[in-house]
């Protein structure tokens, strides 16, 4: 990954934030791929060797090796972190600069105390972007502490596990045992993660979650801060295709910074019931007295549907990538056989969902590398 800070840093475009926190996903991308190899390796030592010595041998090459991804994690990740801060405040500024004057108040209706004048000196969002680093400080600081603690795994999984389920499992020989270890280890990863709600992730998916969501809150506070700025307290919430039942119920409500009578809500409370969770990608709007909102509708049965089938895409999608884990990192022919066929045969379920349904199919999410290519520096 081309991420080597430039001298002239301070000179040139910010990317846009969409391209900078790709290339902080791409990084954390490239370190989990970079560990299923390191893994397979270690799975075939395993195979080819005594049992008990070979996965010492294993388990002591998957820790240097383990090492040197999070090193290069560590010493790429506060460039590219720095890059999407960057790109946040430049957006913000921007925005700022196109913000519309407020139209005229109607005659009879109070003047409101004129908004403070924009200040360009003064960082607009500088709370959202500072945020934004702080957060994924500490997010992706625990991501590489979880990385690092993985190899001990493979010890427990592959040897103590296998050895204890071919008692288990009506005397199945060791082989048939580890392979079954290595599949799960596989499937289920100690790359992945259960976030508070009991969900598991893969590593790559839960950077992406965590990084994107982070986006898009600092834009969305950025932008608030902003609109606040230029005297705007009233925003609304658009519409987005195959929402979430709980953030079709703020789709088109007025809501405010603070408690305002004209409001169905503050933001906060928003917030507080849903709107802008995780992986959310609603955003807020200016709204002037006079403009006109969305009628208010009831969530149907077609939007039940619809939100159901997108939330089947993404489970297939995500069993496509599993699967393919299995498929770069067993060392067994059978394993990859039995990998290949169930990659076909989600494939050929997504393929009739998305033709039955008219959602669009999105290739890159069904790679292991969310199509983004990652690549690491190795300068």
């Given at each position: 990954?081309?991420?080597?800070?430039?001298?002239?840093?301070?000179?040139?475009?910010?990317?846009?934030?969409?391209?900078?926190?790709?290339?902080?996903?791409?990084?954390?991308?490239?370190?989990?791929?970079?560990?299923?190899?390191?893994?397979?390796?270690?799975?075939?030592?395993?195979?080819?060797?005594?049992?008990?010595?070979?996965?010492?041998?294993?388990?002591?090459?998957?820790?240097?090796?383990?090492?040197?991804?999070?090193?290069?994690?560590?010493?790429?990740?506060?460039?590219?972190l720095?890059?999407?801060?960057?790109?946040?405040?430049?957006?913000?500024?921007?925005?700022a600069?196109?913000?519309?004057?407020?139209?005229?108040?109607?005659?009879?209706?109070?003047?409101?105390?004129?908004?403070?004048?924009?200040?360009?000196?003064?960082?607009?969002?500088?709370?959202?972007?500072?945020?934004?680093?702080?957060?994924?400080?500490?997010?992706?600081?625990?991501?590489?502490?979880?990385?690092?603690?993985?190899?001990?795994?493979?010890?427990?999984?592959?040897?103590?596990?296998?050895?204890t389920?071919?008692?288990?499992?009506?005397?199945?020989?060791?082989?048939?045992?580890?392979?079954?270890?290595?599949?799960?280890?596989?499937?289920?990863?100690?790359?992945?993660f259960?976030?508070?709600?009991?969900?598991?992730w893969?590593?790559?998916?839960?950077?992406?979650?965590?990084?994107?969501?982070?986006?898009?809150?600092?834009?969305?506070?950025?932008?608030?801060?902003?609109?606040?700025?230029?005297?705007i307290?009233?925003?609304?919430?658009?519409?987005?295709?195959?929402?979430?039942?709980?953030?079709?119920?703020?789709?088109?409500?007025?809501?405010?910074?603070?408690?305002?009578?004209?409001?169905?809500?503050?933001?906060?409370?928003?917030?507080?019931?849903?709107?802008?969770?995780?992986?959310?990608e609603?955003?807020?709007?200016?709204?002037?007295?006079?403009?006109?909102?969305?009628?208010?509708?009831e969530?149907?049965?077609?939007d039940?549907?619809?939100?159901?089938?997108?939330?089947?895409?993404?489970?297939?999608?995500?069993?496509?990538?599993?699967?393919?884990?299995?498929l770069?990192?067993?060392?067994?022919?059978?394993?990859?056989?039995?990998?290949?066929?169930?990659?076909?045969?989600?494939?050929?379920q997504?393929?009739?969902?998305?033709?039955?349904?008219?959602?669009?199919?999105?290739?890159?999410?069904?790679?292991?590398?969310?199509?983004?290519?990652?690549?690491?520096?190795?300068?």
């Amino acid at each position: 990954m081309s991420t080597q800070p430039s001298q002239q840093s301070g000179q040139r475009q910010p990317q846009s934030s969409d391209a900078a926190a790709a290339a902080l996903i791409a990084l954390y991308v490239w370190g989990d791929m970079m560990w299923i190899r390191s893994l397979s390796k270690a799975f075939n030592y395993v195979r080819s060797t005594d049992m008990v010595a070979g996965v010492q041998f294993a388990a002591t090459r998957l820790r240097r090796e383990t090492v040197a991804i999070v090193n290069q994690l560590d010493a790429q990740t506060p460039v590219l972190l720095e890059n999407l801060v960057d790109s946040v405040r430049h957006e913000t500024a921007e925005q700022a600069k196109r913000i519309p004057p407020s139209p005229p108040s109607h005659v009879g209706v109070l003047q409101p105390p004129e908004p403070p004048q924009f200040d360009f000196t003064v960082p607009l969002g500088q709370r959202a972007t500072d945020a934004i680093r702080v957060d994924l400080q500490t997010e992706l600081k625990n991501i590489r502490a979880r990385i690092l603690r993985q190899q001990n795994d493979i010890y427990k999984l592959t040897a103590a596990g296998a050895a204890t389920h071919s008692v288990q499992a009506n005397g199945d020989p060791i082989r048939v045992s580890q392979q079954r270890m290595m599949t799960d280890l596989l499937q289920h990863g100690t790359t992945g993660f259960t976030d508070r709600a009991g969900r598991d992730w893969q590593l790559s998916s839960y950077v992406e979650m965590a990084v994107r969501t982070a986006t898009i809150r600092a834009l969305n506070e950025a932008h608030l801060q902003v609109m606040t700025a230029a005297g705007i307290t009233l925003f609304t919430v658009p519409t987005h295709v195959h929402t979430c039942p709980r953030c079709f119920a703020w789709q088109g409500k007025l809501l405010s910074r603070t408690p305002d009578p004209r409001a169905d809500a503050t933001i906060d409370e928003a917030r507080a019931h849903g709107l802008f969770h995780p992986n959310c990608e609603h955003s807020i709007v200016a709204w002037h007295e006079g403009d006109k909102l969305q009628e208010p509708r009831e969530w149907s049965a077609d939007d039940e549907r619809m939100w159901k089938a997108s939330q089947q895409q993404r489970e297939l999608e995500r069993r496509i990538r599993t699967q393919k884990r299995v498929l770069l990192a067993s060392p067994a022919p059978e394993m990859r056989a039995a990998a290949r066929k169930k990659i076909h045969d989600y494939r050929a379920q997504l393929k009739g969902l998305t033709d039955s349904t008219g959602l669009l199919r999105r290739p890159n999410r069904e790679q292991i590398d969310l199509g983004l290519k990652p690549k690491a520096n190795t300068k």
